[in-house]
């Protein structure tokens, strides 16, 4: 499919610098205490180990991607294991309908909280509330059999921050409708953590849709650029507007349906002919949401800046708490598990759009009819969990993820931790250059030699590695070995000594990484805007051609106030950097900053476009309407560059 290139990651290390992760959540007095039991709880400091993704484009090309199919002579559902296991497509081949959203591109934009993410199809997000920091990258995939010859596709990954492990499990029954997932996520560690999962399930949106779930309650989540506020109300009409209708709200906001504990846990989205997606799954998996970008201009702006002009989504969504506001405790050794069933509807459209109750029963007849051979919807715990078969007579992988399953599995046996998994294995041909390194230096060896004008292209943080990975920094004694040995110690929270080791690394090499480590440090951490001005100009003195760097630096010299500055480093800039168009937003700042508006409007056009411009980000409007009062002129907001949601 036409699809933008994700491009190279950033590897400059998450210093206080992904803010979105920082965003401050508030809730009015309507929540009950337990309610508010774990809003906020298990946030994380910063994304590392991940690197950021941020180096997409918008230049569309043909593009092959890896597709795992699993098909009967009902349902057809399409996987993409190079994009987080992404389920891209569910064909109900009796009603010749594709029952979800399929979008006509591949096209990143700045909605994760590594950046890169994408619209279409069902994300799976684990861990982490922000989206999965896998959603752009592969999974290991294998195809298992059955006794009786029928196949499950199985998709798995060691997520490195929670330090657990996930796996997706997909079946569809010979003489089935039904598409079955079964995820389970595995904390085989001898600490007890937090955790997530939600279900993200993108479908069209249009003049028809309406979604219908067993509430008559919801927590709502209003957001801005940086903050979260979550109220309830009553569903589906809630301030006098019935939002079971997509197309009646007018903002972006999220309704967390609040289901009774006694009733079957399902969502659906229906169509004006009553054909749709009904998503049901068993009680462990108990939260709902419909996230709507509504039609406000940003909304639908945003709509179409994922994937086609004019295009329109909603996504309907299933979650272990709530909100998504809250990870869950998760014990250590526990493991948890559920199924999902994802199918067609196909209901009189007088029932769909008829009374609430009304459209209720009409969904959960047709999940009783779906599950009718395995006991109904009355027991749908029990009818879900003997969906699956028992054993597997033969499983073939097809597909690899990275390394960092393998090494963490090594890692345990070295300092006897506990079996990684006992669901999936990580085979050791997973393993690239990238990981083989830190098993060297897990087993005693040393950081090889790195070209100082590179940035290291990958970290490693638990803190059960610090001993290992000081003493390789003391044997090696090179630019490179401190410099890791610094993130690792920044990312358990240890400012003072991450200082010191980056020092050490410029003390045997000049670098650019370690001085800009050193000025994010001084920004973020410190509040000293004088010393990262300092620290970040030796950075880029040192090395001017990489993005990451460029962009750190620009928001150091605009938030210290050298203008001047950034305009006279941008001058300096290749030609590919001085197109970018987060950087040539920073240009139209300094200019209107200093006087000249101008040419700030010569950039601001409705033709400007910011690949990286992120959910909820304000910035380019606020620019536009400051730019024209300083010109004294009332030039109203274009809609190509209108990403407003509220």
């Known amino acids: 499919m036409p699809a933008a290139s994700l491009g190279e990651e950033n590897f400059q290390p998450d210093i206080r610098n992904v803010e979105y992760i920082r965003a401050p959540m508030r809730t009015t007095d309507r929540l009950t205490d337990e309610e508010k039991r774990y809003i906020g709880k298990g946030m994380i400091g910063t994304i590392l180990p991940y690197t950021i993704l941020d180096n997409y484009d918008r230049e569309r090309k043909p593009t092959d991607f890896p597709a795992a199919v699993l098909e009967n002579d009902l349902l057809r559902a399409v996987f993409l294991p190079s994009l987080g296991g992404r389920l891209w497509s569910l064909y109900d081949k009796r009603l010749g309908r594709e029952l979800l959203y399929v979008n006509p591109v591949f096209q990143p934009a700045n909605l994760a909280i590594r950046n890169a993410w994408f619209s279409g199809g ?123 209708y997509p197309v009646n709200s007018v903002r972006s906001q999220d309704f967390f349906y609040k289901i009774p504990k006694d009733r079957a846990k399902w969502i659906a989205a229906v169509e004006s002919d009553g054909c749709g997606l009904i998503h049901f799954s068993q009680h462990r998996l108990f939260g709902r949401k419909v996230f709507l970008w509504g039609q406000g201009a940003g909304g639908r702006h945003w709509g179409g800046f994922l994937a086609e002009p004019g295009d329109s989504y909603i996504e309907i969504q299933a979650g272990l708490a709530y909100t998504q506001l809250e990870h869950i405790p998760f014990a250590a050794g526990e493991t948890l598990s559920w199924v999902e069933g994802y199918c067609a509807s196909d209901i009189a459209p007088s029932d769909a759009f008829g009374g609430w109750e009304r459209a209720q029963a009409a969904v959960e007849a047709q999940i009783d009819e779906r599950l009718a051979a395995l006991g109904g919807i009355a027991d749908i715990d029990g009818a879900l969990t003997d969906v699956f078969p028992t054993e597997y007579v033969s499983r073939e992988l097809v597909f690899s993820g990275k390394g960092w399953g393998y090494v963490e599995a090594e890692s345990r046996k070295l300092f006897g931790g506990p079996r990684l998994s006992a669901v999936v294995d990580f085979p050791e041909s997973s393993v690239t250059e990238n990981e083989a390194e830190w098993l060297r230096v897990l087993h005693g060896g040393t950081f090889r030699e790195h070209d100082v004008s590179q940035p290291p292209r990958c970290y490693l943080v638990s803190p059960k590695w610090e001993k290992v990975v000081r003493e390789a920094a003391f044997r090696t004694d090179s630019w490179y070995g401190w410099l890791q040995y610094g993130v690792l110690l920044y990312a358990n929270g240890g400012i003072d000594e991450c200082e010191r080791a980056w020092k050490r690394s410029l003390a045997l090499a000049e670098n650019a990484w370690a001085y800009r480590n050193l000025a994010m440090l001084a920004k973020g951490e410190r509040g000293d805007l004088d010393t990262a001005h300092e620290l970040i100009l030796k950075a880029v003195s040192l090395c001017n051609t990489d993005r990451g760097l460029i962009v750190n630096a620009a928001q150091v010299l605009t938030a210290c106030g050298d203008y001047e500055g950034y305009l006279a480093l941008f001058d300096t800039l290749p030609d590919r950097l001085k197109k970018d168009g987060r950087l040539l937003f920073y240009r139209a700042k300094a200019y209107l900053r200093t006087g000249r508006p101008r040419e700030a409007a010569d950039i601001i056009t409705p033709d400007f476009v910011m690949c990286d411009i992120k959910e909820g980000e304000v910035s380019i409007s606020a620019l536009w309407f400051e730019i024209y009062a300083a010109l004294g002129e009332d030039r109203p907001l274009p809609f190509e560059i209108d990403f407003r949601m509220h």
């Open 122 to 244: 069902v994300e799976f997000n684990v861990s982490i509330k922000g989206h999965n920091p896998l959603t752009c990258d592969p999974l290991f995939t294998e195809f298992a059999e059955t006794p009786e010859g029928e196949p499950i596709l199985r998709m798995f990954e060691y997520e490195r921050i929670r330090d657990i492990v996930y796996c997706i499990e997909a079946y569809i029954p010979a003489d089935s409708g039904v598409l079955y997932l079964r995820n389970t996520i595995e904390n085989t560690s001898r600490e007890d953590k937090y955790t997530y999962w939600w279900s993200n399930i993108a479908v069209p949106e249009t003049e028809g849709t309406r979604v219908v779930v067993p509430a008559d309650d919801a927590f709502l989540c209003y957001y801005d650029e940086g903050s979260y506020l979550l109220d309830k109300t009553e569903v589906p009409v809630s301030g006098g507007v019935d939002y079971s």
